[in-house]
């Protein structure tokens, strides 16, 4: 192999023969017909989207047990966990458990039921796996069969509306409850169909009261239920206090289950309890991060995790804790993106969440110096989002004007004015389309005259086109005038900034209300500036009001209210801040100006309030037992392979060089040869970015050789590739499937430090050498939080 030069990266492509682990399989005989390709399963399509991987008993899941026929205990041990997983919604890691436990017992139905109630929001694999428990029943006993045959029932039999269909299914379960009165999963199932997934949907939620007093059934006999998540969802939205006490037991209840820490920050976010609210919502983020680093799982491969992340976020800000809710909205965007999982175009995506979440922190907080400081990195880049892109150059015009920087600000508000202009010639462009198309129509409809021909009439297929034309073109009228007034309102922020940077306060003051979208407290300020100094205190008392128990609006009210000469409503004031104060970050500004109120009422430099939990909060671990606060790459496996000439080449030969790792199926996996023919070509593009390229496949050396010389007869092959037969290195990176004992594709990016950046595992090999070009490029330029800890956090978490 050639050596490299300084600052060079490399990517492996890498490959492995295929071995079959006899697993029960539901196979229809059309697919049996079909052709096996290397890297889908032997089973059928619905195999090859779940996991793939090997279950291990992990513990934490909670405290449930589902009675089954089979004698191993190890599949008994299985079913449970798989049973508490769905309890907690991990149904992917749910239905790794049951697949483990047909993988030890082949005939066991429960575990092909526990795959279809994992897969309930995927009718079609749903539907395969209910349908080989149900060919598998015999082998269950009478509680197993019960609940298959109520779950196949619901998917195979004909109804003649959901309504119906969902009916029949809560009936099953009741019969359940019915015979097996001291069993509480019956009980908790039911509990949850009755308001919850499609049957909730399709019958409605009838009694709250009713469905409560089930769950209080499951708690008398099983105080520590996982069913404690069920009451969080039933109140949620509806009288959340009734839930207070399952939020105190929900995340003890199966520890291991991040989204069941989770949920109790639903409740405590809805009461106001925004410090209860963020313990349970860290305690999630670190439960997902340990199981990610252990498992080399990417972040948003976990159900909800960028959904409890940047909620994370928001109640950060609301008591005050701003650097993590930096680190924490950063950290979304450090993220690897994928264009099935993070893409930038999506509006829930990690990256997109992460970047509104960061912005959100700084503007509120008007960290003017550090916006101006990330709008230079790829944390605030906007890519192609134009709504995105309107607020970013908003606030770099605020905060520009905000530090004094009259010629940048200027610069930005310029950037604006473009857009409001192109916008506007949109309209008129739109406006002048519209016209000549009702021109025209009325045009052919003189020429044809009043009487048309019968033929002459548009067929269904034309109006249904004309329909869906006329409809895209509304849609995209409304799009443009939308971002025309989010344009407008930008400006006009801008300029009253710019007023008021030259002291022209009454001026802000009308084109902050011309933006109409400005903050209470910016807007309170502005009137205090303008001398309009009740009206000022009022505004601030009801920016208070909306947002209680933030702090905020309180150190503002508290500081305005001072300032106003009201010391005793100051002071009330900051007494309410000082019970809220445990989390804030004093080193901010807002916080500092607190200092001499602090000391004129009669308390300390070293004012705010000790951090407790309350009473009925729960018994809860050490936050930093349950794992890292920010994700962190995983060190990749170490390996040494030999090249098509003999050649020795390790992984630590790269060492201070990325590495992008790809395996491969072998010269006899089309789809790899395939891959291998868009990565070549590319080869030279990704030395210019510092990227090289090796593959590495399960052939032994001599047929290696021989396929390497094949291949050069016909294409170019700018990479070395090299020969892992014993499959080591596969089993390593984890491109296995245990479960079948045959290998899947898979690609890895490596940084310099050996730390895996980017990964993609699954039955297809990745083939787009741009986009994983792009995204090395991004990922190799950021600089993540070490180990994942951020400044002021404590530096013995767990890795």
């Known amino acids: 192999m050639m050596k490299l030069k300084k600052n060079t990266s490399v990517i492996m492509l890498c490959s492995i023969p295929m071995f079959i682990f006899c697993v029960a399989s539901s196979v229809s005989r059309a697919e049996e017909k079909e052709e096996v390709l290397p890297g889908h399963s032997l089973h059928g399509h619905s195999f090859d989207t779940g996991p793939r991987q090997s279950a291990t008993l992990m513990g934490g899941t909670g405290n449930v047990h589902l009675p089954i026929s089979s004698k191993n205990p190890q599949v008994q041990n299985f079913i449970d966990q798989g049973l508490g997983q769905l309890h907690g919604f991990w149904f992917f890691e749910a239905e790794r458990s049951f697949r483990q436990a047909a993988a030890i017992e082949p005939d066991c139905a429960i575990a092909y039921w526990g795959m279809a109630m994992a897969n309930e929001s995927n009718e079609k694999r749903a539907k395969d796996f209910i349908t080989k428990a149900h060919e598998l029943k015999d082998y269950a006993n009478r509680y197993e069969q019960k609940w298959i045959q109520a779950l196949h029932n619901a998917y195979h039999k004909k109804y003649k509306d959901e309504k119906a269909r969902w009916q029949t299914y809560i009936s099953a379960l009741e019969d359940l409850v019915h015979e097996y009165p001291e069993d509480v999963e019956p009980k908790a199932m039911l509990a949850l169909h009755l308001f919850w997934n499609k049957s909730g949907k399709a019958l409605g939620v009838t009694s709250r009261e009713a469905i409560d007093a089930l769950l209080g059934q499951v708690f008398a006999i099983n105080p520590m239920h996982p069913a404690h998540h069920y009451r969080i969802h039933l109140w949620d939205t509806n009288k959340p206090k009734r839930a207070l006490k399952s939020a105190a037991l929900c995340g003890q209840a199966a520890p291991s289950i991040a989204h069941m820490w989770h949920m109790s920050g639903h409740i405590f976010s809805r009461v106001k309890r925004y410090e209860d609210a963020c313990w349970q919502q860290e305690a999630s983020s670190r439960v997902d991060h340990f199981h990610m680093v252990r498992d080399h799982v990417l972040p948003t491969e976990i159900h909800n995790y960028t959904h409890n992340q940047e909620w994370f976020t928001r109640n950060l800000i609301k008591v005050g804790r701003i650097r993590d809710a930096l680190a924490i909205a950063k950290n979304l965007v450090e993220l690897p993106r994928h264009p099935r999982h993070n893409s930038p175009s999506k509006n829930g995506s990690a990256v997109v969440r992460g970047r509104t979440r960061l912005l959100d922190v700084l503007i509120q907080f008007e960290l003017w110096e550090e916006l101006l400081e990330l709008a230079q990195t790829p944390y605030l880049a906007v890519d192609d989002e134009k709504y995105a892109h309107v607020r970013k150059v908003r606030y770099l015009a605020v905060a520009n004007f905000s530090q004094g920087n009259c010629v940048s600000g200027k610069k930005q508000l310029s950037i604006l004015e473009k857009m409001l202009a192109e916008q506007k010639g949109n309209i008129e462009a739109g406006k002048c389309t519209e016209e000549a198309k009702t021109s025209e129509i009325k045009k052919e409809a003189d020429n044809k005259g009043k009487n048309i021909e019968k033929s002459n009439k548009p067929t269904e297929s034309e109006k249904k086109e004309s329909e869906k034309a006329r409809l895209e073109a509304k849609k995209k009228k409304r799009e443009i005038e939308a971002l025309t007034k989010k344009i407008e309102k930008a400006i006009a922020h801008v300029q009253g900034e710019r007023a008021a940077l030259n002291a022209?306060?009454?001026k802000a003051l009308e084109l902050f209300k011309k933006a109409g979208d400005l903050p209470k407290t910016v807007m309170a300020r502005t009137l205090l500036n303008a001398g309009k100094k009740q009206e000022a205190e009022n505004l601030a008392r009801k920016a208070v009001d909306s947002a209680r128990n933030e702090v905020y609006p309180l150190a503002f009210y508290a500081k305005l209210l001072h300032q106003l000469n009201k010391p005793a409503e100051s002071k009330k004031a900051f007494e309410q801040l000082r019970e809220l104060s445990a989390l804030i970050d004093i080193d901010l500004s807002i916080f500092r100006e607190m200092e001499p109120l602090a000391k004129e009422f009669g308390y300390s430099e070293n004012w705010l309030r000790e951090y407790k939990h309350?009473?009925?909060?729960?018994?809860?671990?050490?936050?930093?037992?349950l794992g890292p606060l920010t994700w962190h790459t995983s060190q990749a496996p170490a390996w040494s392979l030999k090249d098509s000439l003999g050649k020795s080449v390790s992984l630590s030969d790269y060492r201070g060089k990325p590495v992008v790792v790809i395996f491969y199926l072998g010269f006899g996996c089309l789809h790899c040869v395939e891959q291998l023919g868009v990565f070549s070509?590319?080869?030279?593009?990704?030395?210019?970015?510092?990227?090289?390229?090796?593959?590495?496949?399960?052939d032994n050396l001599n047929a290696l050789k021989d396929a390497v010389l094949a291949y050069k007869q016909e294409k170019t092959l700018n990479f070395p590739v090299l020969t892992d037969d014993r499959l080591d290195i596969f089993e390593k990176y984890r491109c296995v499937d245990n479960f079948e004992n045959q290998a899947l594709h898979g690609t890895f990016l490596i940084d310099a430090k050996g730390q895996i950046r980017w990964q993609d595992i699954g039955p297809e090999p990745f083939t787009d050498a741009e986009f994983l070009l792009k995204e090395s490029t991004r990922?190799?330029?950021?600089?993540?939080?070490?180990?994942?800890?951020?400044?002021?956090?404590?530096?013995?978490?767990n890795e």
């Open 779 to 797: 990922l190799l330029n950021l600089s993540p939080t070490k180990n994942g800890v951020t400044p002021g956090v404590a530096s013995s978490d």
């Open 614 to 625: 309350r009473d009925d909060s729960g018994v809860r671990p050490p936050i930093e037992s």
């Open 681 to 698: 070509p590319m080869t030279k593009e990704y030395n210019q970015a510092g990227i090289e390229i090796v593959a590495i496949g399960s």
């Open 504 to 506: 022209e306060h009454a």
